[in-house]
């Protein structure tokens, strides 16, 4: 069955960075955009980044732009969001995803197969 796996949150001072990781496995990854949300205990699901089946079309939401960068690996079956000059409030879960022939957009129900998160905590 289709997995996807996060990795490589934890807890860093703001203005540092950390380098998600997103494992998949059971699908035919080339053929899936790939998306990061996240989401904060009472809060919708918010998209973080996106990333097409090349790799050449990206997207990103506003208040990430220029900190972060969506990449991906096909050889590997990885996705990668790597974020700097972390704030405080980009603590969250974070989460990879995967929709199929898709362009890596902001709606989260284009997405069919999501992974289980990962914490990240920027303190302040």
């Known amino acids: 069955q289709v997995q996807l796996v996060e990795s490589g949150g934890g807890l860093v001072q703001a203005g540092g960075s950390l380098r998600l990781s997103c494992a998949a496995s059971?699908?035919?990854?080339?053929?899936?955009?790939m998306g990061w949300f996240r989401q904060v205990p009472g809060k919708e699901r918010e998209f973080v980044a996106g990333?097409?089946?090349?790799?050449?079309?990206?997207s990103y939401s506003d208040s990430v732009k220029g900190r972060f960068t969506i990449s991906r690996d096909n050889a590997k079956n990885m996705v990668y969001l790597q974020m700097n000059s972390l704030k405080p409030e980009d603590t969250a879960v974070y989460y990879c995803?995967?929709?199929?022939?898709?362009?890596?957009?902001?709606?989260?129900?284009?997405?069919?197969?999501w992974g289980q998160g990962t914490q990240v905590t920027v303190t302040s």
């Open positions: 995803a995967a929709d199929w022939v898709g362009t890596g957009g902001a709606a989260s129900v284009e997405y069919e197969y």
């Open positions: 990333i097409n089946w090349s790799g050449q079309g990206k």
């Open positions: 059971g699908l035919t990854f080339s053929m899936y955009a």
